[in-house]
Every structure is written in structure tokens, then in C-alpha cells.
């Protein structure tokens, strides 16, 4: 029987020679068969085109990230209707829009404002119908439960709306719990309110804000009152905490603020007047303000002391002989008229014979008559008497400063003389007209000059200079600079001066082969099995000249290039000598 093993005559040749058995294909050693692929002729000839093209395109990678800049949230939680209008209208206008991983639209920093305008322009986003425009998209003939619950959703979208204009507020959600009013039930429960917002970034609401939205929400609803209010916030925060609302704590902020408004004033006119004097950040000015912040009120009654006639009731009397006319003989003294009658007021001061004050029954007599035919005789009035009564009230109002406490530290000139005591005098006298100083108050002005601290600059209240607009544009060019520099560098220089050089070794080929007897490229081949190849070292260890120039033949047929290459360099210098 034939065996089915291959003998060694089937691994021979028609030449005779023996060819290798092929060695079975295996992943045995990844990295030996990555070097292999690398060093084949045509990968290894292309390796420099392909680490260019790998710099490049990391390059241009890179700038197309750092180009982007920082991204702002235009509209969250649009629907997808909304979403395309909104990216249509902005890439029209030449604004680029992306999404973030939440699927809100977002724009560039810089062009935020401009696409909000752009969209307001344009009514957009087209969202759904709030407010009371609800209502006019009710069918006809619904049942009054859901044309309540329509009027109930109008007043929570108005109501929402009105809260978003507030500054710090994002956007706002509202619900009414309105309970139906019934005749049937004594005690019908008064409505509320539920109120969640979604702040801007970084922003809080002050007490003040939130006690707005309280009455705000409270007011809009008939029955409703601010106890039944509840506002949140988007993380879950209670704003409207009863205890918050306390009488007392309100009052105590209310003064600490009224304080502090009265000290910025002061701080403000301190600064107005210090600045075109000694110059910004030369100074430092804190006022203390004692401010009295009770109200009081007095009442205060007066009476006149003279008193005022109050009534008065009376009669009197005439003479009976008073009417007539004189008789008898013409010049006797019978026959004289009397005198003209006179009419005595009775003096208010005047007491009566018991030594009471004359304000009951006061009498009186005086002769004399209304006209000349009656004579009064005798009178006799009451007359009564009222004190005078006045009564003022006075209010102060809280406010009035009872005492001021001003220092101001000026700074000393690092170079010349120190502030004299003269100027601050002067300044001195200047802060105590600034401020309206008093003595008989007690206030106190404090003036001194001293060298300011190295850290205390002027611009230490300013934002950090890597916190400045301009920093993320420097860096983001500045990064795309040196990626380029990189890619020249190291990418498309090597690349150069390999391209240089194989076109030198390639024209020292063709040097050599012109040359008469050289050998060709292809004689390398013929290369003696077994015959270690020259180097130079071999070549500088040589003794004689007949090993030398045996040495450099092999020399030669081993490295014709090199051999090219020198050759002419000799020929060159030659020419030159």
C-alpha cells in the first residue's frame, strides 16, 4: 500500500532545491504578525503618508471641537414639532442649534439674545394655547364640570405666567383646589393653592419675593388667603414656610434693611466726595448708624384759661317816666333831658357777692335807653361759661439718625512724604459735612492715613482674569495653534526630509548604474552565501591595502547607495577643487 504521507521528494524542486514547508496559520503571536505587516516594502513605504494624514485629521478633529463654544439652553422640554420650527427658523438665520442629552435646544453664548429675538419675531415655539385662550377653543354645549375645569386651567396658566416675569423665576406651574360653594354645608372649606418654580441657575428667591407671590396667587382667587398658599421650588425646597412669616421676624428684617439703607447712603455721598480727591481704591469708608426705628405717638389737650360765653339769658328794665316829654316853664331845671344813657358790660372776671365766678345769674344796671324814647334802667342775665380745649396728636415717624460713627483710612503714598496732619484735618472736616455731623448727637468722624496692605488692590472685588470673556476664545485658537505647530513638526517635516532622501538615494543609484563596471542594484543579490556583509567598522580595522580594497568592493556591493552617495561627493569636491 502507498502511505498518504508526503515524502521529502515531494518538498524538492525540478532545480533540486528544497522549498520550506509552509508553516501553519496562527494567531499565536499577534504582535510578531502586526511587525511582519508593518515591514513589508509598500506598508513601510507608506507609513509617513499615513502618520501625516492620521496628524491631519486628528488636527482638524480637534478644532472642530474646540471651535464650539460654550453652549446656553434656549427652550427645555419643547415637543418635537416646536423642535424642528425652532432649528429651521435658526439655522435660516445662520445660528447653529444643538441638543443636549436632556433634548433641549441649545445655542452659543454670544447668540443667545439674538435667536430669542429672532423667535419672538417669528411667534415661536408654537406652544399649546394658555390663559384664557383656553376658553376659546370650547366646544358649545359642555357640561358646566368641564367648563369649570377650563376656567380653573385659564387661571392656572395666567397665574403661571404672571409668576414667570419675575426675574429669577425660569418657569412656574400653578394648581387651584377650588372647592364648590353648597348651601348645604355650614362650613365650606376655603380654597388653595400649590405653586412649584423652576429658578435660573445659580438665582434664589428672598423672602420678599416669595411673600409677593403669596399675596399675588392670593389675591387672584375669591376666598382664598395667604395661609393657604404653598410655593416649592424645583428642588423640593419649602419657599412659603408659615414660620417664616412671622410678625416679629418681619419686623426685625425691616429694620436690619432700613439700617442698612441708611449706611449705603452715607457710604455712597463718602464716596462721591473721597474719589476725585484721593483717587479709587485710595480709601476705605464704613459708616455705623444708630437709627431709631421706634414709632411713637402722643396726645396732648389744652385749655383756654379765659374761657369762651357759652349761653346767655336775661331781661331788663326801663324807667316808666323815662317816656315823658318835659313840661313847664322853658328854662327852669326841670325841664332838662337827662343825660345820654351808657351801656356797662358786665366783666367776665367779676364774682358774684358769695365769691362764686359770675356764670350762672349775673345782674346788672345801667341807665340809659336803645332810643330816645326808652331809657333801660335795670338788666338782669345768665350767662355761662366754657373752657377752651385743644387737642393735638403728634407722630414720629421711625427713620431719625441718633447717632453716626464714621471711619475713613486713607492711604499713604509708598513714595514721598506721608499725609500731613493739616490734609487730614481737612478730610476730615469734608467727611463731617458729607455725613451732616452733629455734636450735641454724639457723633464721631475718625480720619487716619496709613500704608495699604500689598494684597489690598484696588481691583480685588473684580472677577479673576481667567474668568474674563476673552480667555475661552485665546484658548481655544492658542490650542488649535499648537496642534498645527505639532502636525508640521512632527507629521509633515519627517515625512519631508524622508521623501528628500529617497529621492538623493534613488539619483546615487542611477549615478552608480551609469557608472562604467558598477553593478546594478539587482547584482546585490548575488551576494556569496555565507559572506557576512562589510561595514565600516571592518573597513577602519583593515591593515594592508589589498584587504582594503577588498573590503571596500564588498562594501560597495553591499551598500550601493551609500557607495553612490560618496562616490559623489567626491566627484563634487573634485569639480570644486
Do not use: C
Amino acid at each position: 500500500m502507498e502511505s498518504a504521507l508526503p515524502t521529502p521528494a515531494a518538498n524538492m524542486t525540478a532545480s533540486g532545491v528544497s522549498a520550506p514547508a509552509a508553516a501553519p496559520f496562527s494567531f499565536a503571536n499577534p504582535f510578531s504578525q502586526i511587525r511582519d505587516f508593518l515591514t513589508q516594502p509598500a506598508i513601510k513605504r507608506s507609513l509617513p503618508l499615513i502618520f501625516m494624514v492620521s496628524l491631519v485629521a486628528a488636527a482638524l478633529l480637534s478644532w472642530a471641537m474646540l471651535r464650539t463654544p460654550s453652549q446656553r439652553i434656549l427652550f427645555a422640554n419643547l415637543d418635537d414639532s416646536d423642535k424642528a420650527a425652532v432649528t429651521q427658523a435658526l439655522n435660516k438665520a445662520g445660528i447653529d442649534t444643538h441638543f443636549d442629552g436632556a433634548g433641549s435646544v441649545t445655542v452659543a453664548e454670544d447668540q443667545y439674545n439674538k435667536a430669542r429675538m429672532l423667535l419672538a419675531g417669528q411667534d415661536l415655539p408654537k406652544a399649546a394655547p394658555g390663559g384664557y385662550a383656553i376658553l376659546d377653543n370650547l366646544p358649545m354645549g359642555v357640561s358646566r364640570a368641564v367648563e369649570g375645569e377650563r376656567l380653573r386651567q385659564a387661571r392656572e396658566s395666567e397665574l403661571a405666567e404672571s409668576i414667570e416675569e419675575i426675574d429669577a423665576v425660569a418657569d412656574a406651574r400653578v394648581h387651584l383646589a377650588t372647592p364648590e360653594a353648597s348651601a348645604f354645608v355650614r362650613d365650606n372649606s376655603k380654597p388653595s393653592a400649590s405653586v412649584i418654580v423652576r429658578l435660573q441657575p445659580g438665582r434664589s428667591l428672598s423672602d420678599s419675593q416669595v411673600q409677593s407671590i403669596v399675596n399675588l396667587v392670593a389675591s387672584s382667587v375669591p376666598g382664598m388667603s395667604p395661609d393657604g398658599v404653598t410655593i416649592v421650588d424645583q428642588m423640593g425646597n419649602l419657599l412659603s414656610d408659615p414660620e417664616k412669616s412671622d410678625s416679629a421676624s418681619e419686623a426685625g428684617d425691616a429694620r436690619i434693611d432700613f439700617q442698612r439703607r441708611v449706611e449705603d447712603k452715607y457710604r455712597q455721598q463718602l464716596t462721591k466726595l473721597l474719589t476725585p480727591l484721593v483717587g479709587a481704591g485710595n480709601f476705605s469708608a464704613e459708616v455705623q448708624a444708630d437709627v431709631d426705628l421706634d414709632e411713637t405717638q402722643a396726645t396732648r389737650e389744652a385749655y383756654d384759661k379765659d374761657g369762651v360765653l357759652r349761653t346767655e339769658q336775661g331781661n331788663w328794665t326801663r324807667d316808666p317816666d323815662s317816656g315823658k316829654t318835659p313840661a313847664g316853664i322853658p328854662g327852669a331845671l326841670s325841664n332838662t333831658p337827662p343825660a345820654d344813657p351808657k351801656l356797662v358790660k358786665p366783666d367776665p372776671k367779676a364774682t358774684n357777692a358769695d365769691g362764686t365766678p359770675a356764670t350762672g345769674a349775673t345782674s346788672g344796671t345801667a341807665s340809659g335807653s336803645t332810643d330816645d324814647s326808652t331809657q333801660k334802667t335795670s338788666e338782669q342775665y345768665a350767662r355761662t361759661y366754657a373752657n377752651g380745649k385743644e387737642i393735638s396728636v403728634t407722630r414720629a415717624v421711625p427713620g431719625e439718625v441718633k447717632r453716626l460713627s464714621v471711619a475713613v483710612l486713607l492711604r499713604d503714598p509708598t513714595t514721598g512724604k506721608p499725609r500731613s496732619k493739616a490734609d487730614i484735618q481737612q478730610i476730615t472736616e469734608l467727611v463731617r459735612a458729607a455725613v451732616g455731623y452733629s455734636q450735641a448727637r454724639g457723633d464721631q468722624v475718625t480720619v487716619i492715613a496709613r500704608k495699604f496692605s500689598p494684597d489690598a488692590t484696588a481691583d480685588a472685588d473684580k472677577p479673576a482674569w481667567y474668568q474674563a470673556d476673552w480667555v475661552p476664545m485665546v484658548a481655544r485658537n492658542g490650542t488649535a495653534l499648537i496642534i498645527a505647530l505639532l502636525v508640521l513638526l512632527l507629521g509633515v517635516r519627517p515625512l519631508a526630509k524622508s521623501l528628500l532622501k529617497k529621492k538623493e538615494e534613488i539619483d546615487a543609484e542611477k549615478a552608480i548604474a551609469a557608472l562604467p563596471g558598477a553593478s546594478g542594484p539587482g547584482q546585490v543579490e548575488n551576494q556569496t552565501p555565507g559572506e557576512a556583509p562589510v561595514s565600516v567598522e571592518m573597513l577602519a580595522a583593515s591593515r594592508n591595502y589589498g584587504d582594503r580594497v577588498d573590503l571596500v568592493r564588498g562594501f560597495t556591493r553591499d551598500n550601493p547607495s551609500r557607495a553612490a552617495l560618496a562616490v559623489r561627493d567626491m566627484i563634487q569636491a573634485d569639480a570644486k577643487g
